[in-house]
């Protein structure tokens, strides 16, 4: 059984950063694509962006692509999400999610952290 656990929301102004943290343990992370999602109140939870297991694939949704940027680092077992230039629609609970297909779709990832709040003022 896999344990994700986010870290790094809080508050901050538009046009600020955020990096999010996502420890893993549990299995073998290296062996686990890692994706990120977010879900913003009364909405859907929606994709952020993914990475394969090796790093050498990434995906981002169009609203993020060009500010977001996923990364990880598989011997400390951690994802990570650099967000910049921050937008209030993009304040969401965040979301950290491992499967084993590097995918856009939820029911690809088998296991999902407990979220993190993000807020980013106007």
């Known amino acids: 059984q896999v344990q994700l656990v986010e870290s790094g929301g809080g508050l901050v102004q538009a046009g600020g950063f955020l990096r999010l943290s996502c420890a893993a343990s549990?299995?073998?992370?290296?062996?686990?694509?890692m994706g990120w999602f977010r879900q913003a109140p009364g909405k859907e939870r929606e994709f952020v962006a993914a990475i394969s297991w090796s790093g050498r694939s990434i995906y981002y949704a169009e609203s993020v692509k060009g500010r977001f940027t996923i990364s990880r680092d598989n011997a400390k077992n951690t994802v990570y999400l650099q967000m910049n230039s921050l937008k209030p629609e993009d304040t969401a609970v965040y979301y950290c999610?491992?499967?084993?297909?590097?995918?856009?779709?939820?029911?690809?990832?088998?296991?999902w952290g407990q979220g993190t709040q993000v807020t980013v003022s106007s």
């Open positions: 999610a491992t499967g084993r297909a590097t995918t856009d779709n939820r029911r690809g990832y088998d296991s």
């Open positions: 549990g299995r073998t992370f290296s062996r686990y694509a």
